[in-house]
């Protein structure tokens, strides 16, 4: 139970001497226009409209649509809303939009729901568990690459959309994908999922599903022909006698600590939810880790350097992921500049007061990850890439969560260990294979909805080694 705070609490100060909260101001914030506050320019530009806004400090209140929402800027803001006192800052469920395909699932849950659904899911993202995906990944990742050819121009996002959603349909399912395919249900539902939470999201949340728009018409078509394709595969899991040791048979078989059971529901939630929103994060790294050692042929030479020594010819596997150091302080890095899920939202349970400022119960609180991420108290020349900015010595100069591309705390990524993984698999599989010429824009658009998408295909055109 959340404590509530009593009438002297809230005229007392606190042991950091914080002022009393009753005492406090409300944080300072930019002037917004009648009843939209400041809507539009969040709406339009979320990354220019946060630089903006640090101007005022790091603790910024603003309006949007009627809300009151209040950015924390600061690595120290970000540790205790997630980390120390998650208790007092709650999941926003409004921030789910796009997700309720699968509204049971661990992404949408609260309280005793996400608590009994984590502990029971937990067994499968063990480190141990985890390594024993590693073959598949590569394999996939090669796979992919027997495809490629010299000279071939692709488009990065779309590619690694397909082996993303083939590696973990098989890892986590035991369900075999063509990794090259973009025919059939499970794709088609990715993509009408990708399209509900991309931007326009923003302006199509109020359109309820059976509205006949071309893009609800489009994904009630696809859940459809998904949910078909999931109960067959349910259907003949439970009524097979092999022993499946991958998540969909702890869906269907795992009681937790407490007696924990999925529903029906949450079976089936769980499964569009693993496969669908676990996928495009991951496809996303991918895209822009590729992207920047296209445009940084330095960086490029001193990781296929690692690559060739390490591997010698062969294909990566889980024995050499812990010498792969370049290629895992790249991937940081690419993380950094283009985290996939770029902004995370709470919303405060009570009053609570930050660097001097009252923040009162119900306001949304915003963590964006793309500006602390490129915050110059943290990180020298921050707008560059340089991967050796994560060596021992110079991350340990920094604050934790100055970093935070998988959240923090107990609702941090429970996919974090799968994720990066298969991002270091990949990466070093396809870049010891060929080398990238970007042929899009360094520096693109973005269209920013429940995650940081390219406006536009990143094409490169690969050249074998």
Not at 183 to 188: N, Q, V
Request: charged share 30%.
């Amino acid at each position: 139970m959340v404590a509530r705070h009593s009438a002297d609490d809230r005229h007392a100060e606190s042991a950091d001497g914080e002022p009393a909260i009753d005492d406090a101001p409300l944080p300072p914030g930019p002037d917004g226009y009648p009843i939209v506050g400041n809507t539009i320019p969040v709406v339009r530009d979320p990354f220019d409209f946060y630089e903006t806004i640090a101007e005022y400090g790091d603790v910024v209140r603003y309006e949007v649509a009627g809300r009151s929402f209040t950015a924390l800027l600061t690595p120290e803001h970000v540790e205790r809303v997630l980390v120390e006192e998650p208790w007092r800052f709650e999941r926003w469920e409004f921030a789910d939009v796009g997700l309720d395909f699968a509204p049971e699932g661990l992404l949408s849950s609260d309280r005793e729901q996400w608590q009994g659904q984590r502990q029971l899911m937990q067994p499968m993202f063990t480190t141990d568990r985890i390594r024993s995906y590693a073959d598949a990944m590569a394999g996939y990742a090669d796979r992919v690459a027997d495809e490629w050819s010299d000279g071939q121009t692709l488009a990065l996002d779309e590619a690694f959309s397909e082996l993303t959603l083939a590696i973990l349909s098989k890892t986590l399912f035991d369900l075999e994908l063509d990794p090259t395919a973009a025919d059939g249900a499970i794709p088609r539902a990715a993509r009408a999922i990708n399209e509900r939470t991309g931007p326009e999201r923003n302006l199509t949340m109020f359109v309820p599903d059976w509205v006949p728009t071309p893009g609800n018409r489009r994904y009630n078509r696809a859940m459809r022909d998904v949910d078909a394709v999931l109960g067959e595969l349910i259907e003949r899991r439970r009524s097979s006698d092999r022993d499946a040791d991958d998540l969909l048979s702890l869906l269907l078989t795992a009681t937790g600590p407490d007696g924990y059971e999925l529903s029906e529901a949450e079976i089936r939630d769980n499964l569009l939810t693993f496969m669908f929103a676990g996928h495009e994060t991951t496809a996303l790294g991918l895209t822009y880790t590729i992207m920047l050692l296209a445009t940084h042929d330095d960086v490029a030479a001193d990781l296929r350097a690692e690559l060739d020594d390490v591997l010698d010819g062969e294909t990566p596997g889980i024995e050499h992921v812990s010498q792969l150091e370049r290629t895992e302080r790249v991937i940081r890095e690419a993380l950094r500049l283009y985290p996939p899920v770029f902004i995370l939202f709470r919303r405060a349970t009570e009053d609570a007061v930050f660097d001097g400022y009252r923040v009162p119960e119900g306001t949304i609180l915003t963590f964006p990850q793309f500006h602390v991420h490129t915050d110059d108290r943290f990180y020298d020349d921050p707008e560059a890439f340089r991967p050796d900015r994560w060596t021992d010595e110079r991350a340990a100069d920094r604050p934790e969560y100055a970093y935070f591309p998988f959240g923090g705390g107990p609702r941090h990524c429970i996919g974090m260990r799968f994720a990066t993984l298969e991002l270091q698999l990949v990466v070093a599989t396809l870049a010891r294979r060929f080398e990238f010429e970007l042929l899009s824009d360094s520096d693109p658009e973005f269209a920013a909805g429940a995650t940081l998408r390219p406006a536009e295909p990143v094409r490169v055109r690969v050249h074998e080694r």
